[in-house]
């Protein structure tokens, strides 16, 4: 809790307020297309969260399609 700064939603397009964060692996290979990142964590908004939750639901069949 020392981190004062907004932090922004590391997907690209999305500029909303990030709630949380993740290893950037994860959410990549999750299939979030994220924008340009210097650090080793994505942020995301509530509602990317959301949409991350229900794609790593489905982690072992993307894994086959390759994304
Ligand atoms: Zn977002």
Do not use: N, W
Request: glycine share 4%; proline share 1%.
């Amino acid at each position: 809790m020392v981190d004062k700064s907004v932090k922004i939603c590391s997907v690209r397009g999305c500029d909303k307020e990030a709630e949380r964060t993740f290893p950037l692996k994860k959410v990549e290979s999750a299939g979030l297309d994220l924008d340009e990142m210097s650090s080793r964590k994505a942020s995301l908004c509530k509602e990317h969260y959301k949409e991350f939750k229900k794609l790593t639901k489905q982690e072992r069949v993307l894994e086959s399609i390759g994304r």
